[in-house]
């Protein structure tokens, strides 16, 4: 029985149970009826962290809009929390800023966090300002990504660590024929001149205050900087251009990651979200008719190797945990790379073969404990997948 079948079945049990009680039984009726519906995802984050900005970078054009269903594909309902829907969803991404930002709502004790680990990222929203809008501001960002991914201060509480520059993306994907126009003019420049109106903000909004002022309220100093890094490349046409700045903001990282972390294992988030519901109100309202509930509901969330899996591959993505050469293939056979059988056997082939593989693995005493338990259960994502090649 699949997670999400698991759900849908206590639920109908506590349904019978609390069916005198409206509160819990109109609850519990709505993460019932969220099971078929769209995966939610909040974007979470402080007020200076450009929630609005990252809404509109990933699906565009949201102002105004606190619930955005969209296809990724497969439905997912994109939620702002400025209306505070945050808490019903069922995988987060967190913006930050800066490193060194507020976690507070990361932590075990705050009401959004009953969705993490398996079902949060942690973005820094504002990379390009890591590397003071030098043109290798990303590659710095990604760097510091990967060192946070790693600190003590997140480990544990998040899928992924991404860096993106959530104004570069959205000005990458929407930028006019006019803008291109102005960088192509710049990119033209000989070189000394150009480089001497980049070196600040006051400098380049000097060489012409009206142009100059709109892109960087468009672009920032960095996406001015790459545009024009472009241009000079060769490229002169303006969805060249775009396209450029769109992939050096790092939106499609984090797409992917979404992708990965979340879509792909929407059934089992959304069944998570519901047994979460469940357990809340076995607790708010205990009942002795509810007892087997709640001992099956224990039962079902300690066995769901859904969530093994999505921590083994936190623990990968960040470090925690590592195989070596043999760290693509536990990616892919977690189901990193796609979830259904043909994704996860992309880089092992015979499913039987993996299984033998990792099996040694988990019994190997030159590995170090947590990687034997990690090979385990990367062990039983492959006798799942024996048994779907033999049923």
């Not at 829907?85 to 987060?92: E, F, I, L, S």
């Not at 002795?288 to 999505?310: C, K, M, Q, S, W």
């Amino acid at each position: 029985m699949s997670l999400d079948e698991s759900a849908w079945g206590l639920l109908d049990r506590a349904l019978a149970v609390y069916r005198d009680s409206p509160r819990a039984d109109g609850f519990l009726r709505a993460h019932q009826a969220r099971l078929r519906g769209p995966l939610r995802l909040a974007i979470v984050g402080p007020a200076d962290s450009g929630r609005t900005t990252m809404l509109s970078a990933i699906v565009g054009d949201v102002i105004g809009t606190d619930r955005l269903v969209v296809d990724w594909p497969g439905e997912v309902e994109l939620i702002d929390p400025s209306a505070d829907h945050h808490v019903d969803a069922d995988a987060t991404v967190y913006l930050l800023p800066q490193p060194g930002s507020d976690l507070t709502k990361l932590r075990p004790d705050h009401p959004i966090a009953r969705a993490t680990p398996v079902s949060t990222i942690v973005v820094l929203s504002r990379a390009d300002e890591l590397g003071a809008g030098r043109i290798d501001a990303l590659v710095s960002a990604r760097q510091v990504a990967r060192r946070n991914a790693k600190s003590p201060e997140l480990t544990g509480l998040c899928q992924d660590v991404v860096a993106v520059a959530g104004l570069l993306a959205v000005g990458g994907s929407t930028l006019s024929v006019d803008e291109f126009a102005a960088l192509d003019r710049i990119g033209q420049l000989p070189r000394p001149d150009a480089d001497a109106a980049l070196l600040s903000v006051d400098r380049f909004i000097a060489m012409d205050p009206m142009i100059h002022t709109a892109l960087l309220r468009r672009l920032g100093l960095f996406g001015v900087r790459i545009g024009i890094s472009l241009v000079r490349r060769g490229i002169r046409d303006r969805d060249g251009v775009a396209t450029g700045l769109i992939r050096a903001s790092g939106i499609t990282d984090l797409r992917e990651s979404i992708g990965a972390c979340f879509v792909d294992r929407a059934p089992a988030l959304r069944a998570r979200s519901a047994m979460m519901a469940l357990d809340m109100v076995l607790r708010m309202e205990p009942r002795p008719d509810a007892a087997t509930i709640a001992a099956d509901l224990e039962r079902v969330l300690a066995g769901a190797h859904d969530f093994r899996e999505l921590r083994l591959l936190a623990a990968l993505r960040t470090g925690r945990v590592s195989f070596g050469e043999a760290a693509e293939e536990a990616t892919a056979l977690l189901g990193g790379h796609g979830t259904d059988p043909s994704s996860r056997l992309s880089m092992s082939g015979e499913a039987y073969d993996a299984l033998l593989r990792w099996r040694a693995h988990a019994e190997d005493p030159r590995l170090a404990d947590r990687e034997r338990r990690a090979a385990a259960v990367i062990a039983r994502s492959c006798e799942a997948l024996v048994s779907a090649y033999t049923h």
